[in-house]
């Protein structure tokens, strides 16, 4: 990854902190470290390759380090292909590591880039209920769930919708609020704003 940043959005006007770092990858038996409380993501020279067709290695990420602090919302900026989605992956448990320490607080949730990878049930509300069965709630807590959520991304109206009536920025607010109702601790948003428009990129 190169000539990528984070920000955070109190200073949109500021990058914080470099992304630009490739120090000799540091390759440790131990991929485990403690979390500081006031962090919500902490990554140590992180490395991703792959395996290229004609069997070469290509490197994706090379020597990633930064740190994100708890309650904060921060933006990852870079070119086409510099790897940031790539990285949201790999922090979303998606992807594994070549190599390097990786924490994320749990629970963590994922928006895909494109709606359509993600949003997989017959209805509104089925899809916003759909990541809430692997935890142990009633039906009741499910409804409430997921009706908060929907009012959240202004898709309340749409409870009994089919999915595939919506339009494409219809769809990426109900997986907005699939994500949220898992009332994740890191909500992780790849493009978020590429199906919503200007009003919807502000009210949102
Ligand atoms: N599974 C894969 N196989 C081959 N190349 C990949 C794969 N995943 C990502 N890449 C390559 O890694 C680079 C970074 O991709 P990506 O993380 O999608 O970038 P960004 O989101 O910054 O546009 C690109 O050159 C892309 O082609
Ligand atoms: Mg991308």
């Known amino acids: ?8 959005s109190s200073a949109f ?27 919500a993501i902490e990554c140590k020279n ?3 390759s792959i395996t290229t067709r004609n069997g070469n290695w290509k490197h994706i990420l090379k020597g990633c380090s930064f740190r994100i602090p708890s309650g904060e919302l ?15 992956k ?46 142990n709630l009633t039906r009741d807590e499910i409804r409430d769930k ?3 959520a929907l009012v959240a991304v ?3 109206n749409y409870l009994q919708r089919p999915i595939q009536t919506l339009s494409g920025g219809q769809k990426q607010r109900v997986a907005i609020a699939g994500a949220l109702a898992e009332t994740c601790k890191v909500l992780l948003l790849d493009e978020l704003t590429t199906f919503l428009d200007e009003t919807d990129q502000v009210s949102n």
């Open 13 to 39: 006007k500021v990058p914080l902190a470099p992304w630009v770092s490739f120090p000799k990858p540091q390759i440790s038996n131990s991929r485990s470290f403690e979390l500081h409380k006031d962090l």
């Open 46 to 48: 992180l490395n991703y």
């Open 1 to 8: 990854m190169n000539q990528s940043s984070l920000i955070t």
């Open 90 to 135: 790999i922090l979303a448990g998606l992807l594994n590591p070549t190599d390097g320490f990786l924490q994320v607080k749990k629970p963590r949730s994922f928006v895909f880039q494109n709606p359509d990878h993600q949003v997989v049930m017959p209805t509104v509300k089925d899809d916003v209920a759909f990541g809430l069965s692997k935890f």
């Open 74 to 88: 921060w933006m990852l900026l870079g070119p086409n292909a510099s790897g940031k989605s790539t990285l949201l």
């Open 154 to 156: 202004g898709m309340h």
């Open 146 to 148: 997921v009706e908060k």
